[in-house]
């Protein structure tokens, strides 16, 4: 019964929106080539499956997603310790992550195609930018953030620098650097559409933007809604991941 609670509300919204979708379609208020039918989106979706293709163009955006993310992971870790480290550096660089934090990743495709060609380089790099940014606050919050008091007590068991890091600071920062991971996941993601429309010839952006060239319509809705499934998927699984390495000891919005 505690399951059937859980899935009733996301389960209503989804049948009222299909509801709805469909109500749209009968009454014809757009055009069958405007907004599909919920039963042709769902064909479509029937015979990529079958065929195979909707797999190979997931696995790809999935490598594509996760290379660019572990990459902005390593980066934003490193810089975050950085500055914590040696807070009288921060101002050297804090006006320039916030500089580019606020320019939009796919405003430098044209930069990128140049500096970078046309090949992964250019895709990785954009996803990069899209997710370095909200997981570099998040560690820099957590690091920076941490309880004097507790400072003081690795100060009074004599904790060298080195001790009073990874014995105090990186533990109670784990939370904020599990939750920044977690939205730049998410940020990943909703930059994988723009990274594969680089002259890409194979993965999710590109059958949207294929699709949408041979005018199926039906096909940009699939592609639409796998990003979307496969994203909520990835984000439930670091969302349970982050429950069992804390233990249930913080909790957020998103649970």
């Known amino acids: 019964m505690s399951l059937v609670r859980r899935l009733l509300p996301p389960t209503a919204g989804v049948v009222v929106l299909l509801l709805v979708w469909y109500g749209i379609c009968r009454m014809e208020l757009f055009n069958a080539y405007v907004l599909p039918p919920p039963a042709k989106v ?8 079958i065929s195979g ?23 934003a870790f490193g810089l975050g310790m950085f500055r914590a480290v040696f807070p009288a550096a921060g101002p050297y660089f804090e006006y320039l992550v916030q500089f580019f934090r606020n320019v939009p990743p796919l405003s430098l495709i044209p930069l990128l195609i140049l500096w970078c060609g046309i090949g992964e380089t250019t895709k990785t790099v954009i ?34 620098r080195r001790e009073t890091f990874f014995k105090i600071v990186l533990p109670y920062a784990s939370a904020d650097i599990l939750v920044g991971m977690r939205i730049g996941l998410g940020y990943s993601w909703r930059a994988i559409i723009g990274a594969e429309m680089v002259a890409a010839s194979a ?20 592609g639409i809604l796998v990003i979307g499934i496969v994203g909520c998927a990835t984000d439930r699984l670091f969302g ?9 000891n913080y909790e957020n919005g998103w649970n």
């Open 240 to 248: 349970l991941a982050i429950g069992k390495l804390l233990k249930g």
């Open 127 to 160: 996803i990069v930018l899209a997710s370095f940014f909200p997981m570099y606050l998040n560690i820099v919050k957590g690091f920076t953030g941490c309880d004097r008091k507790l400072l003081e007590v690795g100060n009074m068991f004599g904790y060298s």
């Open 203 to 222: 993965g999710l952006g590109h059958m949207i933007l294929f699709a949408q060239q041979m005018s199926r319509t039906d096909k940009v809705i699939v």
């Open 42 to 49: 769902f064909d479509s979706f029937r015979n990529m499956w």
């Open 53 to 75: 293709e909707i797999f190979q163009d997931v696995y790809i955006s999935v490598t594509r997603v996760f290379r660019g993310f572990a990459i902005a992971f390593v980066l």
